[in-house]
């Protein structure tokens, strides 16, 4: 799977597999790596667009510099990861997995190559969401660009969530801090975990996760401290509109403050593999200003001599590996925050708890220095997709001087430390505590940072809901309680609208409604495998959740979390209406209306059919969301996209961390693998493990092996 994501950031794909091919889907129950998540922002490239995309956008050699003026750590640490990758090839030479057993685009790579692994990883929230766009103006050698006929792009990057919760002193029954973290990664691609713990003696001792190319833990725990990472809703790009010099006809020149400066280009050479097996290379030209790279797309306010750039922070930010490395060497959640003062962390908030009693939020993600004065309509062109005037400087981004060039600083970014608890699920830092909302400093946070004073995602909602509850039963916390929450498989759309529906079947006629009905009056109102009606209740909500003027109880900017709630009297006959049509479509399918979950919503890994629990996540607003590959059929939900993954819960005791976790696909996408799907069983019945972390633990885990290699 490695060896094949290579060849997507290389721009190689076209030279192995053709132009016309679409990237490696999972097959037969092996690695994808195709980026699923993105689809809906066009990203299923086929092999050519792929390579010329990446060949433009990402710049070995603006990697490079950016990795030597850093930490010597980041630096050895990526160039032992290539010598490693390496001496495994050496060593392992016939017999890698069968999917890329004797393949000739498996072969060494170079520190380069590590270095556009990470660079790719950076561009989920950014540059990958408008590839089409910037193919889109990119020239052949022969022919203008293809522009036209694209609609405007999307803003915002949708892909998977995640859930964290980490409580301080006043919240936990030892006065320590405990941490829940829940992300919902893929299962299948380069963007899925694996499971890990690195050692520099005296230096360095963190368990977690990596991600897959990315050679440090970028969710885990130390001695003292422990963390994770949820995607944040704040934006990590802008656009702009460039005014085009009319006097210029190459259209090479455009006006800022009225003073003429010049386009650069740059050409690409992508080779396409051809039937007969001989190479072709073909170039197109790519245009770029300092604001950033050129697109093109319709419906957009541009008028006839505007330039559209993607302004892309997060394009060669060369600074994630060493934000974990100095994460990972924090002492305390105050020390932790210090080092995420680094801003190198691409698009995703930190929720962190210590040994201490400290409970820490931040959104320190690379966002664009764009304060809120300059969202006026004299700058702020199009918001949409953020489309600021670029012929005018003082709408261009502005700097803090404790940060990169372009960004937000850590004085100006959300971030709070308390001492009872700090929660989020991908909503914006405004709603991090029920009980003290996060606002800002004077005007308040940029509005790239995400909206405040609007109604949350039910999953957000059940989160505070569940946390809050157990709170005011308990008073304080321990790691069962955690571990309670965290495959409760509550589903919060079915408690706030399931009552209301039930009063309004009474005294129907209709046989089928009346069915549908008594299904989701005896239904457990969670996604258990055993959980009846489960699905009855996803289909319809899938249909209902978007009717209009739908709640009773409309939503209070004051209390976000229980509101809105309840199904207006005049909704009631319209999602009736809903649920008899879904249950006229299941019947069609032939799924019962009481058909249990876990019957129809399935892994299957070598045969075998695992039964998986948890539900979509935003839209019904459950915890543990799954992402499944396929919408209902006769044969159910087939296999997860992403979703639930790694899951880690951490406190302290005297000698360390107390730490339970389970990676859920396991560590192996080989099918060959015995660690393919040892994990599975575990996640089906909701079991984490303990996670050896102390030398004596180690040494007394009856699984341990030890491997000597050296190298110079």
Known sequence: MLADSLLTVRGERSRYFGGEAMPTASKDGEYSVVIDYLDEHKFNLRNEDSDFFFRAYLDPARLRAGYEAGSAEAAALLSGYAAGYNRYLREHAGRLPAACRGAVWVKPITVDDVYLMIGEKALHASGQLFATEILAAARDELRAASGGDLPAPARTYSGPGSNAIALGADATTDGRGILLANPHFPWFNTDRFYQIHLTVPGIY????????GVPIVVIGFNKDVAWTHTVTK???????????????????????????????????????????????????????????IEMAATGLPMGSDGILVLGDPNRHNTRPVEQWI?????????????????????????????????????????????????????????????????????????????????IFGSGNAPAQMRRDYVSNSNDSYWLTNSRHFLTGPGSGYSPLYGPVGVPQH???????????????????????????????????????VVPDLIAGCRGTADPTLDAACAVLASWDRKVDVDSRGAILFREFWLQASTLPDMWAVP??????????????????????AALRATALQMDALGVPLDAPLGEYQIEIRKGV??????????????????????????????????????VQLVGFDDRGPVARGLLAYGQSTDPASPYYSDQLPLFVSRQLATLPFTHEQILADGNRQQVTVSER
């Open 326 to 406: 100095a994460m990972g060497m924090a002492e305390s959640t105050t020390a932790l925050q210090t080092a995420l003062g680094r801003m190198g962390l691409p698009w995703v908030n930190t929720i962190a708890a210590d040994r201490h009693g400290n409970a820490l939020y931040a959104d320190y993600s690379v966002v664009p220095h764009v304060v809120p004065e300059k969202f006026a309509p004299d700058c702020l062109l199009f918001a949409p997709i953020l489309m600021f005037d670029g012929s005018r400087s003082r709408c261009h981004w502005g700097q803090d001087s404790n940060a990169p060039p372009g």
């Open 458 to 496: 039910l999953r957000t909602r059940l989160g505070f809901v569940q946390l809050d509850e157990r709170l005011a039963e308990h008073g304080r916390l321990n790691l069962g309680d955690l571990e309670a929450l965290l495959f409760a498989n509550r589903v919060h759309a079915a408690e706030l």
């Open 555 to 576: 939503f209070d900017p004051a209390d976000p979390v229980r509101t809105p709630r309840g199904v207006a009297p005049a909704a009631v006959a319209s999602m009736l």
């Open 205 to 212: 001792d963190v368990m977690g996760v990596s991600l897959g």
């Open 234 to 292: 704040a934006a990590h790009f802008t656009t702009f509109r460039l005014q085009r010099d009319s006097s210029d006809p190459s259209g090479m020149t455009y006006l800022v403050d009225g003073i003429p400066r010049k386009m650069s280009e740059r050409t690409v050479e992508v080779q396409l593999l051809q039937a007969d097996g001989t190479l072709r290379t073909k170039r197109k030209i790519f245009r770029e200003t300092p604001l950033g």
């Open 609 to 646: 059919r695992y039964p998986v629990h948890g539900g979509i996540g935003d839209v019904d607003g459950v915890t543990n969301a799954l992402h499944m590959k396929s919408a209902l059929t006769e044969q159910g939900y087939r296999d997860v996209a992403w979703g639930t993954s790694y």
